[in-house]
């Protein structure tokens, strides 16, 4: 019945970012009768939500073949291709979705991470040096320079490409680390007056960084200026608690969760403690990304974004876009309609209570660490379920938790046992920190509070 076939291709379209699995049940119809675009996102959901290697392969190649739309079916045959080590087949892959759409500019980053991936640097810094052009890419793309300059040993590069960097603040892509490489790499060049007003600079944008402070008494003998977080510090005698960042490998698709924080963890947690993940690392190892070249904004959500300030999740067409994806569309009408009219009552928050958890859960674009910043980062699938996970593989409590340095912490998710209130103000100043520290894990112990 082609006109019932064409409704589940329709339907599967518009829920398989927030219901994957009933999106496979639509699609779940003879392959030989899709459409490219179709078959494109069965090829997605097989690899990112099935973890079906061979079939998503299978499907994306297909996808292909046929034509139309078939953005999702390149970069999954590309992740295919890579974890197979087929490094080269896997850029031409993603080179030749490019090709097909040379107007979408974020596939400029993906192919650098790429072709960086796959040890071909020189060409990465080429696709980089292009990115530079275009301004809604130049900061990821100066954020990689960059860095690149600097591990190849060319100081001068390196101190150019910092100094542009440094000079987008405030921007999320500018870390506190990024003022203290600029910094060291001027003092190295003769420029002390130079470093010092970059320690300086950095130390006012990010009080709460001991480094920079560090750097300035060493240097020039000098106290940072001071001021104010905006979220005051936790006092861990008095709260009665101890907090231990821990370093952990990459979270992504590949590595998956349990078995990262269970090797990083292990030999300091005990069964008295809780184990707090950052939300954004738990849906990175689920797979929960989506590259900007990926996603279309619709009319609707260039509208409502325009609502929502110059900060914050939603505050662009993409972010929006994902959160009418997470939703659905009727849902986020009626939270921008609450939001709109409880906002002369002076109440925030209505559009999340009304669009759904999910959608406060999206990640601003540029707010995570690269190269997942060209990607929209959205909430992870069923917490609940991934604390229990943790739980039993840990043998001690677990949470999920999203903070940051602006707002304080939200437990999204915690095993049976977590007292969330405690773990709230435990982590309310996010000792994980909020750029490269790459801690997503903080083990949470209760110690006796001072009298």
């Given amino acids: 019945m082609p006109l019932l076939r064409s409704y589940r291709l329709w339907r599967a379209r518009r829920v398989w970012l927030r219901d994957p699995a009933r999106a496979l049940r639509l699609l ?40 139309g739309d078939t953005r999702l079916a390149s970069e999954a045959l590309a992740e295919v291709l890579m974890r197979r080590g087929e490094s080269d087949a896997a850029i031409a892959a993603l080179r030749a979705g490019r090709e097909r759409l040379p107007e979408i500019k974020w596939y400029e980053l993906t192919l650098s991470d790429l072709l960086e991936e796959a040890g071909r640097s020189e060409e990465a810094e080429e696709a980089l040096e292009r990115a530079l052009a275009e301004p809604e890419l130049r900061r990821h793309a100066l954020k990689r320079l960059s860095r690149l300059a600097l591990e190849r040993g060319d100081a001068d590069r390196a101190r150019g490409y910092f100094a542009e960097l440094v000079a987008l603040e405030p921007d999320y892509l500018v870390y506190a680390s990024d003022y203290a490489t600029l910094g ?10 130079a470093a010092r007003a970059t320690w300086r600079q950095g130390a006012e944008v990010y009080p709460r960084n001991g480094e920079l402070g560090t750097l300035l008494r060493e240097h020039f003998d ?34 998956g969760v349990l078995d990262v924080v269970d090797t990083a963890t292990v030999g300091i947690r005990t069964s008295d403690d ?8 738990a849906s990175a190892g689920q797979g929960r990304l989506i590259g900007l070249e990926l996603i279309e904004p ?52 209505w559009f999340y209570r009304v669009a759904g958890q999910a959608t406060a859960l999206i990640d ?29 593989r840990l043998g001690c409590g677990a949470a999920i938790v999203d903070a940051n340095h602006l707002s304080g912490a939200w437990v999204v998710a915690a095993s049976p046992g977590v007292d969330r209130e405690w773990l709230t103000a435990a982590l309310n100043d996010n000792p994980a920190g909020n750029q490269d520290e790459r801690t997503p894990v903080v083990i949470v112990r209760r110690i006796e509070p001072e009298s």
């Fill in 274 to 281: 809780v184990i707090a993940l950052a939300e954004s690392a």
């Fill in 28 to 67: 779940d119809d003879d392959e030989a009768a899709m459409d490219g675009q179709s078959l494109a996102l069965v090829a997605w959901l097989a690899l990112r939500f099935q973890g079906n290697e061979k079939r998503a392969e299978r499907v994306a190649r297909l996808a292909l073949a046929r034509g």
């Fill in 184 to 193: 060291r790499l001027q003092l190295e060049a003769g420029e002390r007056d």
């Fill in 364 to 392: 601003d674009v540029a707010a995570a660490l690269p190269p997942n910043d060209h990607h929209l980062v959205l909430g992870p699938r069923d917490p609940d379920r991934l604390a229990r996970d943790l739980a039993q």
């Fill in 298 to 349: 619709e009319p609707l959500a260039r509208v409502l974004s325009r609502f929502v300030g110059s900060i914050g999740p939603l505050h662009s067409p993409a972010g929006m876009q994902g959160a009418i994806m997470e939703a659905g569309r009727p849902r986020v009408v009626l939270g921008a309609l609450a939001a709109v009219a409880t906002k002369p009552l002076g109440r925030r928050g």
């Fill in 222 to 255: 000098e106290d940072p200026p001071h001021a104010e977080p905006n979220i005051a510090p936790v006092q861990e005698e008095q709260l009665g608690v101890r907090r231990l960042p821990v370093r952990t490998e990459m979270i992504t698709a590949r590595t």
